[in-house]
């Protein structure tokens, strides 16, 4: 039973344009989400996050928007680069974060130079 | 200086034996995590350690065992190997309790692979 899931399993832009990866969850009680990014033989490395009393969080070049009617998340990259090709792991919490992280199955993001 | 650290990074071994993985983090965390990624590339948790009391404990099997010496560092135990044992081990921590944020830092990971 996936309660966070990544539909698409990859996706490829072109440098300098817009990535979007998105992540859909059927939890209810999930009220805190995070991205993490892996490269191939590492550990994943978190991204950014976002809290359910939000829409909307802003790191630099990576945007998380949350939509809780739609128990859907998206992560959009602008400008893409060729160093953010890697697995995109979409998780998620309950109760503020404190409790345990479910983590969606990933999505492969290849930016093309 | 590496945050969360891992050993051995790959382990290879036969069914039956007995092995441990050993986790370490330098960053002052209070609970520490073991996660494994199967063939599927589902990252779920196992165990979960705050303070070396235990928190989280997944449907495992108790051949796995964790073991807290102290709160910088959680090993993993796993007795009568099987092939089904075969997958990525990420030990993992956070500051969750201590009045920071929820993100948890992960290891390398260890790859074991049961023959």
């Known amino acids: 039973d996936q309660q966070v899931k990544q539909n698409s399993p990859s996706l490829s832009v072109q440098e300098g344009r817009i990535s979007i990866l998105n992540c859909d969850y059927t939890?209810?009680?999930?009220?805190?989400f995070l991205w993490y990014k892996k490269y191939p033989a590492e550990g994943p490395t978190f991204l950014i996050s976002?809290?359910?009393?939000?829409d909307k969080n802003e790191d630099g070049r990576f945007t998380v928007f949350l939509n809780k009617s739609a128990k859907h998340l998206s992560l959009h990259i602008v400008p893409s680069q060729p160093g953010d090709s890697a697995v995109y792991f979409c998780a998620a919490s309950s109760q503020g974060g404190s409790e345990k992280l479910v983590f969606g199955k990933g999505m492969k993001l290849t930016v093309n130079p | 200086d590496t945050a969360v650290s891992q050993t051995p990074k790959y382990l290879v071994t036969q069914m039956g034996n007995d092995k441990s993985i050993k986790c370490e983090q330098n960053l002052g965390h209070d609970t520490m995590y073991w996660y494994k990624q199967d063939s599927k590339k589902f990252l779920k948790i196992m165990f979960s350690?705050?303070?070396?009391?235990?928190?989280i404990n997944e449907t495992v099997p108790n051949r796995f065992s964790p073991k807290s010496p102290d709160k910088a560092h959680l090993n993993l135990h796993i007795n009568s190997l099987e092939l089904g044992d075969s997958a990525v081990y990420f030990c993992?921590?956070?500051?969750?309790?201590?009045?920071?944020?929820?993100?948890?830092?992960f290891g390398p990971g260890t790859r074991l692979t049961v023959t």
């Open positions: 350690y705050n303070n070396k009391e235990l928190i």
């Open positions: 939890n209810s009680m999930f009220d805190y």
């Open positions: 993992a921590s956070s500051p969750i309790g201590q009045g920071l944020s929820y993100e948890q830092y």
């Open positions: 976002i809290s359910s009393i939000k």
